[in-house]
């Protein structure tokens, strides 16, 4: 049964840096691209990053560029969000996405 489990959100203050982690199980992430999406309260769930399967090659929404940065490790079925720079706009649930199954999502709070 796939599963993805993300983990690393919490409260942090503007400027701060966070680490989200999604670790699958059930299969295996190599053939697969996988995305970090996020949903802000009121607002629709919105693409935030995405790493492609061969080759690592990224995509960042405009928001997040220069301050988020999204990697992998195939040998632990794990995706990674590194957040840095963070604002308060950027609070959300973080969800991480991959072969059409959804993770339960992690809350990042930016707030003084």
């Known amino acids: 049964q796939a599963q993805l489990v993300e983990s690393g959100g919490g409260l942090v203050q503007p400027g701060g840096s966070l680490r989200l982690s999604c670790v699958a199980s059930?299969?295996?992430?190599?053939?697969?691209?996988m995305s970090w999406y996020r949903q802000a309260p009121g607002k629709e769930r919105e693409l935030v990053a995405l790493i492609t399967s061969i080759g690592g090659g990224t995509n960042y929404a405009d928001s997040v560029k220069g301050r988020f940065t999204i990697s992998r490790n195939n040998a632990k079925n794990t995706v990674y969000l590194q957040m840095t720079g963070l604002k308060p706009e950027d609070t959300a649930v973080y969800y991480c996405f991959v072969a059409g199954s959804w993770g339960q999502g992690t809350q990042v709070t930016v707030s003084s």
């Open positions: 059930g299969f295996s992430i190599s053939p697969y691209a």
